[in-house]
């Protein structure tokens, strides 16, 4: 591809026509069921529920049902052979049996690190990511890695990279060894010298505008606009064009949203055979990284993030990945420990070896859901491509992601657990040494964190009204709340009247009202002017708010607006 090439065409020109697919009936006649018998069993249960009203139409529970995503895609509640109407299926994985389990490690002390990395190795470990300095001593770090069986992937400078060379002239390296250099600045010399070695040598690293927010169409969009890049630089330097589309792999983010990744990595296989397709190459296989994201890690609560990295590492698998990083759970806490990297390696075995999960090469194949929203995805980003091509900007796209992602996070809609949901106080976190210096990650509970760093010096007196039959859920709701933004509570019990709130009451500047509808009506307001009197100088009732109240915890507020409130009045 040259610079006076374009990219032109739409994925909606198949090169191929797929098989013709049939059926198998897999109930009896009175099993089965049509699509109006779904809706309206679903919108009887939300009619319940009251997300759907008694006027609305059963058709309807459906709009209620579907989950739109960060680029605006709707994803259905009910696969169904009609999402298939009109679709070119295509990026199907091309990956047989088990993949790469890819440990990563940044590089500080070569000895201890060597340690390590023959620890991953002996552990299942069948290929290293390395992110190194380009005065690290390869001899020492790498010391009985046997480079012919075990891929070394690096991360590091164009000097960095010559000196694994030079340490590693005349051995035999594994093929997908990769210098995980940016062919943009790499020089050609350095390029032909790899390339006579047998490896690759670039690597389109997506997950650098993951880490920095951006959503699943932009990453797509980026890799694809970073890899034409790449192939114009590469044969305007005189490489051959079908040599330059092998040298090249692609790294993705994985995260829990599982149909989403699976069908993301989907997409960027379709999307890149096309780039190729339309570039005159004969290549059209894209080889894949994908690694747990980094952003929809926590540190506080971290062993949350075993689960996370576990649904991750589930759908880069059925994705398609050639290899998989798990990172370790501890990793938002600094420089991950010898627990932490073998839990993340043994994540992968896991997977493949005891849930069989690589034994099929496309479990999701077919799927209407996952087929569909591939095809979304792929178009999107087609499309975000093309601006890019045109010289538009993604920086200020993924900053509107990042808004829209952090007003979900803050109302709670995009639920973190044990951040935003189900915090821990008291919990005592594990301590780590601080990481080398690497580049920033946008965390998506970044501002929980913030404020859990800082715990608020006083607590809030939580009022419960009432028996704890009736006081429970609402008390949990807003303690709940109150931990997420490092606000502890201390808990009146069973009361009955406002001269029982007033006794356990000790002083506390903000006061919480918890309790039942019939509680607030009964006696809400005696129980507010009471703790006033008493000394209450902010009351909060948890629910929807009401007169002589000053603030209210209810489902779908501005949690960190509210949080951030309350702690300045305990200030």
């Known amino acids: 591809m040259t610079d006076e090439q374009t990219v032109e065409g739409g994925l909606d020109e198949p090169t191929e026509l797929e098989p013709e697919q049939g059926s198998l009936a897999l109930a009896a006649p009175q099993d089965s069921h049509d699509r109006a018998e779904w809706e309206a069993a ?43 109407d009109g679709l070119t299926t295509g990026g199907r994985p091309t990956r047989a049996g088990a993949w790469d389990v890819r ?19 002996e552990g299942g470990a069948t290929s290293l990511w390395l992110e190194a300095g380009e005065r690290t001593d390869w001899g020492v770090l790498l010391s009985g890695v046997l480079l012919d069986l075990a891929p070394v992937v690096l991360q590091t400078s164009e000097s960095g990279a010559r000196a694994f060379l030079d340490y590693a002239a005349g051995r035999d390296l594994h093929p997908h060894t990769n210098l995980g250099l940016d062919a943009r600045v790499a020089t050609r010399d350095l390029a032909e010298h790899a390339w006579q070695a047998g490896v690759r040598v670039f690597v389109v690293d997506a997950t650098e505008v993951h880490d920095q927010g951006a959503s699943d169409v932009q990453e797509l969009a980026h890799s694809l606009a970073v890899g034409a890049a790449y192939l114009r630089t590469l044969t305007g330097a005189g490489l051959d064009l079908d040599e330059a589309a092998r040298i090249v792999e692609f790294r993705y983010a994985a995260t829990d949203d599982q149909f989403t990744t699976i069908a993301k990595l989907r997409a960027a296989r379709r999307l890149w055979a096309r780039v190729l397709e339309l570039s005159g190459t004969s290549v ?99 499309e975000l491509f093309g601006r890019l091509e045109e010289g538009a900007d993604l920086a200020p796209l993924v900053e509107a992601t990042v ?46 964190e913030a404020l859990r760093d800082d715990p608020a010096d006083q607590r809030v007196f939580l009022a419960t009204m009432g028996t704890v039959a009736a006081h429970t859920a609402r008390a949990t709701f807003a303690t709940n709340l109150l931990a997420a933004g490092g606000i502890g509570v201390d ?64 489902v779908g507020v501005d949690a960190l607006a509210f949080l951030r409130r309350t702690r300045e009045k305990l200030a």
């Open 42 to 84: 679903a919108a009887a249960v939300l009619r319940k529920a009251r997300r759907l009203s008694d006027d609305d139409a059963d058709e309807l529970v459906w709009d209620r049902l579907t989950r739109t995503t960060l680029d605006g895609i709707g994803i259905t509640p009910l696969g169904t052979p009609d999402l298939l």
């Open 284 to 382: 059209r296989d894209q080889h894949q990284h994908a690694v747990t994201s980094r952003p929809m890690m926590s540190k506080y609560d971290p062993y949350v993030n075993m689960l996370r990295t576990t649904v991750a590492a589930f759908a880069a698998g059925v994705g398609g990945a050639d290899a998989v990083t798990v990172l370790p759970f501890d990793t938002p806490l600094g420089r991950p420990d010898a627990l932490g990297r073998r839990i993340a390696r043994n994540t992968s075995h896991l997977l493949v070896e005891e849930s069989h999960v690589a034994v099929v090469s496309d479990p999701a194949g077919g799927a209407y859901a996952v087929e569909k929203l591939t095809d979304d995805l792929a178009l999107a980003a087609w």
């Open 403 to 448: 808004a829209e992602r952090d007003r979900l996070v803050a109302t709670r809609r995009l639920p973190l657990t044990g951040l935003s949901e189900f915090p821990h106080l008291s919990e005592s976190l594990p301590e780590r040494p601080a990481p080398p210096e690497s580049r920033e990650v946008r965390r998506y509970g970044a501002a929980y």
């Open 103 to 121: 440990a990563h490690l940044a590089v500080t002390d070569p000895g201890t690190d060597n340690e390590a990395l023959l620890a991953d190795l």
């Open 491 to 554: 808990v009146a019990g069973p009361t009955e009247t406002a001269d029982d709130l007033v006794a356990a009451y000790a002083g506390q500047p903000v006061v919480c009202l918890a309790g039942s509808d019939g509680a607030y009506d009964a006696w809400a307001d005696e129980a507010a002017a009471a703790l006033r009197a008493a000394g209450a100088q902010w009351v909060v009732i948890a629910g929807k708010p009401r007169d002589r109240v000053d603030d209210s915890a209810a």
